[in-house]
């Protein structure tokens, strides 16, 4: 029946892949038959539970690709992949049943089979799923494995808008931290004039400091010299006779008394 298909490249690589998957699960469940050591069992048991789980997400996956391409295939090619998809369902459920076999006789419950997530609490254990694959028609199962895959599906629409919730996120994060480091990076400039405004101003204040000490000098200086220069003067005025006392360049010296003057006149002699 592959063979007849109209299939696009996709959906015959998906195709394959599947149908290999089958003939590796058949051959693998019948070297199971003749392996007698239940430890090795278990293990060849829990790869063929693999690629179980491998072939159900290949047929997920060619089921997408189907509603994909529905719009541009033909009613009748869209039913004979839709025949072919349960096809390859059904196949998958009779290898599903089988492991229900080798699982009763090993008695093990441990590998299971729908596994969602390990350490899930609340899921159905492979003996549970076996159970109710067997006790279900093929279109039921058809119609289980539609549903579990719509499911999924729909648990990847979910992700998809959780993903594309928390890019916008932090977008707008990123852009709001933009905008702090520019404010903050306006602020340092701020300061950083501030800090240079400060030292200019200490400078300043140093220099006019220096300039006022040296002005205060300079008017001690004059201070003491005319004080001096006064003093000098009153102790001329009071002792006009002290030789010790050396005259004032410029300055005239102290007029003599009358009675010096009167002496020496020499009119004033005669008489």
Request: glycine share 6%; with cysteine; net charge neutral.
């Amino acid at each position: 029946m592959a063979s007849n298909l109209s299939l696009s490249p996709q959906l015959e690589q998906i195709h394959g892949e599947i149908r290999d998957h089958f003939r590796a699960l058949a051959n693998g469940f019948q070297r199971l038959d003749k392996i007698k050591d239940s430890n090795r069992q278990s293990k060849q048991l829990e790869e063929l539970t693999e690629k179980m789980r491998e072939c159900k997400r290949l047929v997920k996956e060619f089921d997408r690709e189907l509603k994909d391409e529905e719009a541009r295939n033909s009613p009748e090619v869209n039913k004979q992949l839709n025949d072919e998809k349960q096809s390859m369902i059904k196949e998958l459920n009779s290898y599903v049943a089988l492991r229900k076999t080798y699982m009763s006789t090993l008695g093990n419950k441990k590998v299971e089979l729908f596994d969602m997530g390990a350490g899930v609490s609340g899921e159905p254990t492979a003996e549970e799923n076996v159970q109710v694959a067997s006790s279900m028609s093929n279109q039921e199962l058809v119609d289980a494995g539609m549903k579990r895959m719509d499911e999924t599906d729909q648990a990847i629409e979910r992700s998809k808008q959780v993903v594309e919730q928390t890019l916008e996120v932090g977008t707008q994060t990123a852009a709001n931290l933009k905008g702090q480091t520019d404010q903050m990076g306006r602020v340092v400039n701020h300061l950083d004039t501030i800090q240079f405004s400060i030292k200019k101003a200490s400078q300043l204040v140093k220099e006019i400091g220096r300039q006022v000490a040296t002005d205060k000098c300079i008017m001690m200086f004059l201070f003491l010299i005319v004080c001096g220069v006064i003093a000098i003067i009153i102790v001329k005025i009071v002792h006009p006779n002290n030789k010790d006392i050396r005259d004032i360049p410029g300055l005239a010296p102290p007029a003599q008394s009358r009675k010096l003057l009167y002496l020496r006149n020499p009119e004033y002699m005669g008489k």
